[in-house]
Every structure is written in structure tokens, then in C-alpha cells.
């Protein structure tokens, strides 16, 4: 009656556990508090855990994983097949354990804590810029009230302040409450460049972050966050399945073998898909790469030039896929 298999439900507090024999018979079921969790598992031999990939998932990984057990993270989306019924926390363990067993799942890699350190600058970045953007879009709302009106744009923002302080009709009720938005967007700012300072400084002793930024399209940035994202890029069996996954190929709606493509589907990471989308609309803008290459220029030619930047960007997805898996720096193709 040993525990071969187990599924584990993971929440904040309490924990539900439901493990099966070798012969897939249940033999366990019980609910466990955080706090007993890692004696539970310290007790038990050597067994393949399931979990949804949700938060707090890759340190339980990591915890159950130095205790000996074999851990396996499942994207919550293919469990949901495996779900019998009403959702509770008993079924979610059950689905669980029976989706870890299934020989064509598949699985995410688990981060390491250097990984997610970087993803929390990511994120906290992300979360500032957001905060960046509200105040500015406050300022300039408010300042329209009184007739101050200046361009889009950060540095515009500068010059509309200054306007406020030296137009005499802005009151000065509303001039003193809008400096002190104004000294929150300082603050604000200066936190940004301070979390992309620290990225900076990891992109520049990491080599595969190094080698991801010599793909056009790609600057440190965005080489971070793909190394620090995909923490084994031999999860994917190719370019084209690692673009997939972020959502930058046609949405599939193909029967009777009829070949029906639509938009992007827009599935995985939102946050790398939008840099790379961004990444590849500055090489259209900016680089002499778009002039000079016949692919993209036919594109242009027949396409939107959002379109061609989601083309782009899944062209830049795949190549670094092909970069880390092969640990090689990107190489141009020669010109015919």
C-alpha cells in the first residue's frame, strides 16, 4: 500500500492531499496545515508529486524536491479536464494526482530563487511604470481643467508642471495639491531607474541574458526576462512551440480539413509577449534590419504594421529559443 503517486492542492493555509498506490487505488486522503506539510512529506519514501504551476508552487517545489520526492508542475488549464464533477478541494487533489500520471502531459520546469528574484524586479517594475502612467494621465486631466494643455509624453509632462507653477491661473489650492502628485511622479520614476538599474547590472553577469540581447529586437530588458521566465528551454521540442506558448501564433479554428487561422491567441506570458511585441515595432521604426530584409519589407507592403510586428516578434521569439538552446550568440544571415 505504498504511495507511489501524489496530488497535492496547494491554498494559503490549508492543504489537500490525495495520493494513490502503484496499482492507482486511493490509499490516502487528508487535509494538511502549512505548518505540517514538510513533516508529512519528510515521512514518506520517495514519490512523484503533483501540483497546479500556481503561486507559491515552484517553492514547494523546491522544498518537496530537497526531501527526496520527484515534483511535477501542471499548468492549471490541463487539469481542469481531469476535474470530476463539482469543484472542492478534494476533487482538485484527485484531478491532480491523475493528470501527474498521464503520459502526454506536459510540465513546467520549476525556477530557481534567482530566477524569481529577477521576475520580481520584472514585476515590480511593471507595477511602477503602471503607477507612472496613472499619475501622468491625473496631471494632465486635471491641468486641461484650467486651460494647460502640452504633447503626450513624459518630458512634456516637465514642461506642463512648469506651465502650473508660473500660470497664475491655476489656483493655488489645486497648484499645491498637484506638486505634490508631481513629487510622487519624481519618486515614482526614480524607483524605475533604479529596478532597471539592477537588471542591468544581472543581464551583464549572466551569459545566456548576454547572448539573448544580440538578437535584434532584443535589449537587456527583455534578454532578462526570458532567461529568468524559461527556466528549461528543452521543455520546448521547437522555436515554433516556445512562440506558441506565449501566444504569438494564429488562433486555430481548422475542421474537415479546412485551415482556419485568426488572431493571435494570446495564451502564456503577457508580459514577455508585450516586450517582444514592442521590441520588434522599435526594429520597424528604427532599424536598418527592416529595410534591408525582403521578408519584412513584403510585409509591410500587404500587411498592417501591428501585424507585422506580432510576425516579428514570433520570428525574434523563435531564434531565441534556437539561441539558448544551442548557447551561441545570433548570427545574421549573409545577404544573397
Known sequence: MQITTIGLDLAKHIFQVHGVDANEAVVEKRRLRRGQVLSYFAKLPPCRIGMEACATAHFW??????????????????????????KNDVADAAAICEAATRPSMRFVPIKSEEQQAVLVMHRARDLL??????????????????????????????????????DLTVPELARDTLDLMATTLDAVDAQINAIEAKIAAWHKANATSQRLATIPGIGPLIASAITATVADPTAFRSGREFAAWLGLTPRQKSTGGKQRLGRITRKGDQYLRRLLIIGAQTVLLRSKIAKASPWLQGLLARCARLKVAVALANKTARIAWAVMMRGDCYRAAAVA
Open 61 to 86: 517545489a523546491r522544498e518537496l524536491r530537497r526531501l527526496g520526492h520527484e515534483v511535477r508542475l501542471i499548468p492549471p488549464q490541463y487539469v481542469k479536464a481531469y476535474l470530476k464533477r463539482g
Open 129 to 166: 511604470v503602471r503607477q507612472r502612467t496613472q499619475l501622468i494621465n491625473a496631471l494632465r486631466g486635471h491641468l486641461a481643467e484650467f486651460g494647460l494643455i502640452e504633447a503626450q509624453g513624459l518630458s512634456h509632462v516637465r514642461r506642463l508642471l512648469e506651465s502650473m507653477r508660473t
